[in-house]
């Protein structure tokens, strides 16, 4: 037997990914659907109506007790004092040199509980790193990723389907509002929130009902399209949101990737890395994250070389297809160098140059939505 070989981990929805027919990829050690009727397909139903995405392999993790509130101050980088009960916010959990940890968002039930939501690679780190930092607190940190499924509806019709589901109407829920309700019959946690660049929820509820909930999305409205890894990769590109070992890293802070807005260092709490972030904030960094367009429909991958006017500077972090744009687009970081957007730049991909400029972030921002 094989001691190195890794255990691929399993959504509770596998066998109805199995029936849908879906192209399975391996991703932060899950099998997950890449695609069911094709990414192009797939992203353009999220841009115009909705898509359905199973993303139960993101982590959970609570943190309860009377000490939740400054222990978390501490670990995070946005100041909790403004985040009320029954809100969700993005964050970050950083080094000391002001590295990434983790991006996350943080879900406050009340002041002596809360959740942290964390990529899937991450979890046994970041469940790690807050022990690691607990002793002084009177907290009780809890791993809920193995029992929890979750479900992601996103895009303009999201917030009107999934209300036929439950008495609570979702269109009443704000912008990053939480709350725990039933939907499909089934006890969970919805926010008003996403990944992909559009309105929509992300539904939290115990794994054993993954099924029912799924199989009660797509039968309460038949323009509901399943839509996976892909398409979300491609959507949050757009966005020009950070995905993690990408754009962020533990040699990548969050002032580096252009997510400093999600860094409150003037908060009165001291926080792991603020002194770092606090002189990145207030002086500049060497490195900065740019998104570009290319010319040509060549796809640049993360970790291609960037050049401007000959001189190498840069990589790229992550690039795709742009099915609204119909163009490649990217993301990469410059560093010693200030580019706009407008200037010309090159990628180097397979030993060949290829023409691209700088551009505007995001490439795609959302207008509205049905209701």
């Known amino acids: 037997m094989d001691q190195n070989k890794k ?49 139960s392999h993101m982590g959970e993790i609570e943190i309860r007790g009377t000490h939740a509130l400054p222990f978390l101050q501490k670990l995070l980088t946005i100041d ?3 985040v009320t009960p029954d809100r969700c916010h993005y964050s970050m959990m950083c080094y000391e040199h002001g590295g990434t940890v983790d991006d996350c968002f943080v879900y406050c039930f009340s002041r002596v509980r809360y959740w ?31 029992e929890t499924a979750k479900l992601d509806v996103q895009g303009p019709a999201a917030v009107s389907i999934a209300s036929r589901l439950s008495v609570f ?9 939480v709350v725990e309700v039933r939907i499909a019959e089934v006890p ?19 794994s054993s009902y993954a099924a029912k909930v799924w199989d009660r999305f797509c039968e309460s409205d038949e323009k509901l399209k399943p839509a996976g890894l892909g398409a979300r990769d491609s959507l949050r590109v757009e966005a020009c949101y950070s995905l993690y070992g990408h754009e962020l890293s533990e040699h990548i802070s ?13 908060k009165k709490d001291d926080f792991i890395g603020k002194k770092l972030l606090s002189k990145q904030k207030e002086e500049g960094t060497v490195k900065h994250l740019h998104a570009f367009t290319m010319r040509d429909r060549v796809v640049p991958r993360d970790g291609y070389e960037i050049f401007d006017r ?13 099915p609204g744009l119909k163009k490649t687009i ?16 090159e990628i180097g991909v397979r030993n060949q140059r290829h023409a691209a400029s700088v551009t505007q972030r995001p490439f795609y921002e959302y207008k509205g939505g049905m209701t």
């Open 254 to 266: 969050p002032v580096e990737a252009g997510v400093g807005w999600a860094v409150h260092h003037r």
């Open 80 to 82: 909790l004092e403004n």
């Open 169 to 177: 109407p979702f269109t009443l829920l704000d912008r990053f509002g």
């Open 310 to 322: 000959g001189d190498r500077v840069g990589w790229v972090s992550s690039g795709a297809f742009s």
């Open 7 to 55: 255990t691929i981990k399993l959504s509770p929805l596998a066998a109805t990914h199995e029936r849908l027919g879906a192209s399975m990829t391996e991703f932060a050690d899950w099998s997950l659907p890449l695609y069911y009727s094709g990414i192009l397909d797939e992203h353009l139903a999220v841009r115009s109506y909705a898509g359905l995405f199973d993303v």
């Open 188 to 206: 969970a946690v919805v926010s008003r929130s996403g990944y992909t660049g559009e309105d929509g929820l992300e539904i939290y509820f115990d």
């Open 116 to 146: 942290l939501v964390v990529n899937a690679a991450n979890i046994a780190k970041d469940t790690s790193w807050l022990r690691d930092h607990a002793s002084r607190y009177s907290v009780t940190i809890r791993d809920l990723s193995g």
């Open 330 to 345: 990217g993301l990469g970081f410059i560093e010693n160098r200030k580019l706009a957007p407008g200037d010309e730049i």
